[in-house]
Nanobody
Framework: QVQLVESGGGLVQAGGSLRLSCAASGSIGGIITMGWYRQAPGKQRDLVARIASDGGTNYANSVKGRFTISKDSAKNTVYLQMNSLKPEDTAVYYC?????????WGRGTQVTVSS
């Protein structure tokens, strides 16, 4: 089992920045990718960004150039630096880890961007 704990969400004005953190614990050996998804009210959960064990990254088109995903392997932590935030970025952000063929999720952290 993998446990994921997110932190760093909150309320910010449009144009502002936030940094989300996701700390992984438990059976973390074999994790292939870690990433961030988000879900706004009434919408599906969508990929925001992910980072592979080799450091390769993928981003949703809507956040390219504004968000940066990174990891600290020594701390088993993944970060999402979010700059130039927009009201449409408002959502619950969930940390995800894929270990072998299993998906693990954190509880989520709310990000609210006011206009």
């Amino acid at each position: 089992q993998v446990q994921l704990v997110e932190s760093g969400g909150g309320l910010v004005q449009a144009g502002g920045s936030l940094r989300l953190s996701c700390a992984a614990s438990g059976s973390i050996g074999g994790i292939i990718t870690m990433g961030w998804y988000r879900q706004a009210p009434g919408k599906q959960r969508d990929l925001v960004a992910r980072i592979a064990s080799d450091g390769g990254t993928n981003y949703a088109n809507s956040v390219k150039g504004r968000f940066t995903i990174s990891k600290d392997s020594a701390k088993n932590t993944v970060y999402l630096q979010m700059n130039s935030l927009k009201p449409e970025d408002t959502a619950v952000y969930y940390c995800n880890a894929i270990r072998f063929t299993a998906n693990y999720w954190g509880r989520g952290t709310q990000v609210t961007v006011s206009s």
